[in-house]
């Protein structure tokens, strides 16, 4: 790894004797540590730590600031997934004090306008999805797929019924299997057709009545609609199974069809993708689960209630799976999707279609210079394959994507879904100009040339970034995470 030498370190500013702060006098009697904490617990040493001017410190941490990746900076080929633009006024909603500074632990009395903000959700999320009621709880998608399976095998267990088995695709996210095995379901991986679709032939093999549900997103991991998905709900429901939906790629129909016409009886929603808040670098999400009438006495409280102009929290639901969170999710994403759906109000099916349209676009544009597994119109989404430059030119996925940095662009999602070789993801949602996107393509077949071309190249990828490439192995193996002793301080690695 090489590291350029004009931007150093934090302790390359190091001086003895330097503070960035200056605190004011205790107004209390000062007492002393180890009476607090107790002597064995101190330090022997002085922590290594830099000693800075404030000045030195914010220009470091602006300079740092200037050398990430964002959404105000470029375009993210992963789309909603990661990075989608949101306009900046939902950050504002979120803000503002009566959201922003609202104790969990207020009284529904004092909390109304909290209260009622997730009581209109509701009725937004149960619209524009075709279910009946939403919990609020989970704090993320894969805690509502978990959510979800529990309210099933709680309606199941009300019934007397004991099923044991989940049916998962082979194109599914991974938390999907994952979720079902920690909620005690036996996995069932059924495959996908040759146009991308869960193979019928293959789940009526496997479904009969020990199947609780199927687990299935729509539009699914390639970026295809399931073609036969009313079939597919007809052969679950059949054997008196229920219909999961990761609601992962919402944001390719909303306001075409809902879920529930589909025959779906519960879904989760990354309200963080679809509805605003983008949560590349980890954080932060929501994941509300929605459900058909037949599962809503097992949702966990408390509910929002409205009783005549006030607004409750709902304990006395006999059957709920009781709570699955301390409160209700992350508050403030919740007042951010409130803001997104209030301002487009009917206009809400433009932003599936201007999703669809420029991922169509993008595909038509690739489709010469990369292979497409599954070759039809996409959705929001679609999923290429650098197999051919990993067979003629000896250049991996990985290389491409490290390449595209050169360019000055974010990389797509790689190697998944898992069931294509050398898969390529590319998401471009539905606020990017055409310009944008032409430019992005133009990248990408330059890439794809100079893989013929000049194969080293791509594979030492990338030339011109911060760091150069990494050795993904051995850090994955390997971590150093020590610290520095102070000799070593300013070095360069």
């Known amino acids: 790894m090489t590291r350029r030498a004009d931007f150093p370190l934090i302790f390359d500013h190091s001086v003895p004797g330097r503070i960035a ?19 064995e617990r101190l330090r022997r040493e002085a922590a290594e730590l830099p000693e800075v001017s404030e000045l030195d410190l914010v220009r470091h941490y602006t300079r740092l600031s200037q050398r990430n990746y964002a959404i105000d900076v470029g375009f993210y080929p992963l789309g909603s997934c990661t990075m989608k633009y949101n306009p900046k006024v939902n950050e504002d909603a979120a803000r503002l004090p009566g959201f922003a500074r609202l104790h969990p632990n207020t009284p529904p009395e004092l909390a109304q306008g909290a209260l009622e903000l997730l009581w209109r959700l509701e009725a937004m999320l149960c619209e524009i999805s075709g279910m009946d009621a939403v919990t609020f709880q989970p704090s993320a998608g894969a805690h509502g797929e978990m959510t979800g399976l529990m309210l099933v095998r709680a309606c199941l267990d009300d019934r007397g019924e ?27 991986t059924v495959p ?16 009969d009545g020990s199947v609780a549900a199927l687990m299935l997103t729509n539009p699914n991991t390639l970026g295809l609609f399931e073609e036969h998905v009313v ?16 609601g992962a790629n919402f944001n390719a129909v909303l306001g075409i069809t809902r879920p529930g016409d589909q025959g779906f009886d519960v879904m989760h929603m990354n309200v963080h993708k679809t509805f ?19 599962l809503e006495p097992y949702l966990p409280t408390p509910t929002v209630e409205r009783v005549g102009d006030r607004f409750v929290l709902q304990e006395d639901r006999p059957k709920s799976i009781g709570r699955v969170r301390a409160f209700n999710g992350n508050f403030g994403i919740y ?56 067979q003629e030119h000896g250049v991996r996925t990985l290389d491409i994507a490290k390449r595209l940095l050169d360019y000055g662009y974010h990389a797509p999602t790689i190697y998944f879904p898992l069931i294509v070789d050398e898969a390529i993801m590319i998401e471009p949602a539905e606020t990017e100009s055409r310009q944008t996107l032409d430019a992005f393509a133009e990248a990408l077949v330059q890439v794809a040339e100079e ?19 990494l050795d993904e192995v051995a850090a994955a193996r390997k971590p150093n995470l020590r610290w520095r ?9």
Do not use: W
Not at 21 to 39: H, K, M, N, S, T
Not at 173 to 188: I, K, L, Q
Not at 192 to 207: E, K, Q, T, Y
Not at 485 to 493: I, Y
């Open 231 to 246: 079939e597919v709900a007809e052969i679950i429901h059949g054997v008196g199974g229920l219909m999961y939906l990761d």
């Open 21 to 39: 702060v200056a605190l004011p006098d205790a107004d209390v009697p000062e007492v002393p540590i180890e009476e607090i904490v107790g002597r």
């Open 276 to 294: 605003s808040t983008p949560h590349g670098g980890g954080g932060p999400g929501a994941g509300p689960v929605a459900v058909k009438r037949a």
């Open 451 to 469: 893989c013929r071309t000049d194969p080293d190249l791509v594979r030492g990828a990338p030339h011109h970034t911060v760091v150069t490439r």
């Open 335 to 390: 007042v951010r999707a409130y803001a997104y759906l209030r301002a487009y109000g009917p206009l809400l099916r433009q932003v599936s279609e201007a999703a669809v349209l420029n991922a169509n676009y993008l595909l038509a544009k690739l489709r010469a210079h990369f292979d497409v597994p599954y070759d039809r119109t996409c959705m929001h989404e679609f999923v290429l394959s650098g197999r051919r430059q990993k």
């Open 485 to 493: 002793p102070k000799a070593e301080v300013g070095s360069r690695a």
């Open 192 to 207: 996908s057709d040759a146009r991308g679709n869960i193979d019928r032939a293959a789940l009526r093999r496997v479904a």
């Open 162 to 188: 004991r099923r044991t088995r989940v049916i998962v695709p082979d194109s599914a996210h991974g938390t999907n299997p994952a979720s079902a095995a920690m909620c005690g379901f036996e996995v069932v």
